[in-house]
């Protein structure tokens, strides 16, 4: 039995990883600087949360006290690993990691990776093929920049994070409109809740028009291994919401995705842990989107769950451990697992969501995050998604049909 510190999870809610490692036999102590944050969120949260050991607010919160918190405690019950899936904690992670003598990507890596800006120059100091960019820190900046790359444009925070706060800029309209909008919030910045601000540089980055697609890679002393390809499928523009994905997937060059995602990460150093990488791949190769220093989040590691027949999150723990990464080496999926939002089609007060009463046993999971009451509206940003459905098949084709076919089959009604 091992003893884990997990700082942070996503959303306020998702304790899968707490979950599985306390299925596995774990001790998990859960470190955070907002003990309520998360136990405001209902009873499946508390229960998740009673699986941990213990739970150690840092509060006020600073590396500094997590890391005098963490040391009390692995003085007492020493930590065979740290693990993190939250963007905003992953500097903190890794420098405690560093301190505490444990595995985790280094904090040079960590600090670059968590900057868009910092690893395009990175990406370019190698000549690796990429975007054209330019960092903006001003209204002028961010003409200049918009100028020199040509429209379209997309404009991103540099340390942001799950697309939000992401702006497609067609033309000088559309960019003098952005940056109204900035000057009328002039002084302040985007919240990434848990005490964490925005710091206000933007990534300026050429729009490349393609197929996005996610790839998860992990990265041992053995070497790196492509865990497989996600196909998105995105909602028309103006929204940046993905309507679904397919994992794995037969449409792309596997070999030559995993030479470019190991390319990249080769350039900014990475050296351990999981890296989640999006990319567009363009009719003449892909072009990188961003590079996160973690496993991907939020429902995918259920949809490439069921696609493995296996816990991803199981195997980020054991990665951590030292148990190495070389058995996923021989990993191969068992299906195709696609997963399909449910959204709605106008703005309104939801009143009832009616589910197909007859599934197949090809559907693995459905889930619904918004309730009877809650406003929603067309999905302008993942946020907006109401639920979702997870479905396998012996083709992609096959997995997303099935999806497809479910979503449709779903009625959302608005008060």
């Known amino acids: 039995m091992a003893h884990i510190l997990l700082l942070e999870v996503p959303g306020g809610n998702d304790f899968t990883v707490l979950e599985d490692a306390a299925a596995m036999g774990h001790q998990v102590t859960f470190f955070t600087a907002d003990a309520g944050f998360y136990q405001c969120q209902g009873g499946a949260v508390t229960t998740a949360m009673a699986l941990s050991r213990e739970v150690?607010?840092?509060?006020?919160?600073?590396?500094?006290?997590?890391?005098?918190?963490?040391?009390?405690?692995?003085?007492?019950?020493?930590?065979?690993?740290?693990?993190?899936?939250l963007d905003i904690r992953m500097i903190d992670a890794s420098l405690l990691a560093q301190a505490l003598g444990l595995r985790f990507l280094n904090p040079a890596t960590t600090r670059m990776a968590r900057d868009k800006f910092s690893v395009r120059e990175a990406?370019?100091?190698?000549?690796?093929?990429?975007?054209?960019?330019?960092?903006?820190?001003?209204?002028?900046?961010?003409?200049?920049?918009?100028?020199?790359?040509?429209?379209?444009?997309?404009v991103k925070p540099s340390d942001g994070y799950g697309s939000q706060n992401v702006t497609a800029v067609f033309s000088d309209t559309d960019l003098e409109a952005l940056i109204r909008s900035r000057d009328a919030g002039a002084g302040q910045s985007a919240d990434y809740g848990l005490g964490v601000r925005a710091n206000n540089r933007l990534s300026v980055e050429q729009y490349v028009r393609g197929r996005m697609i996610g790839c998860d890679v992990f990265t041992s002393e053995q070497g790196r291994i492509l865990l497989g390809i996600n196909d998105k499928l995105m909602f028309p523009p103006p929204s940046f919401a993905i309507r679904g994905s397919c994992f794995p997937s037969d449409r792309f060059d596997t070999t030559a995705i995993r030479d470019y995602a190991f390319q990249i990460l080769d350039a900014i150093g990475f050296d351990f842990g999981a890296a989640h990488i999006e990319m567009i791949v363009a009719g003449d190769g892909p072009y990188l989107v961003e590079v996160n220093p973690r496993l991907v989040s939020a429902q995918i590691p259920f949809q490439m769950g069921y696609a493995l027949e296996r816990s991803i999150y199981a195997d980020l723990i054991n990665l951590h451990l030292g148990q190495g990464a070389t058995d996923l080496q021989e990993i191969k999926a068992h299906w195709f697992s696609a997963i399909r939002w449910i959204v709605a089609d106008r703005p309104g007060r939801l009143e009832t969501i009616e589910l197909p009463s007859e599934t197949s046993a090809s559907i693995r999971r459905v889930a619904l995050f918004k309730a009877p009451g809650d406003e929603v509206c067309p999905p302008l940003s993942n946020g907006d998604r109401i639920g979702y459905v997870i479905a396998v098949g012996e083709s992609q084709a096959e997995a997303e049909r099935t999806a497809d076919q479910y979503v449709q089959s779903s009625v959302v009604r608005l008060q």
């Open 123 to 154: 990406l370019a100091s190698h000549g690796v093929r990429q975007p054209a960019f330019a960092l903006a820190e001003s209204s002028n900046d961010l003409r200049r920049a918009a100028a020199a790359i040509g429209y379209p444009v997309l």
């Open 56 to 85: 150690v607010e840092v509060r006020p919160y600073s590396y500094a006290a997590l890391e005098h918190r963490a040391r009390e405690v692995h003085r007492q019950r020493p930590f065979d690993a740290i693990v993190c899936i």
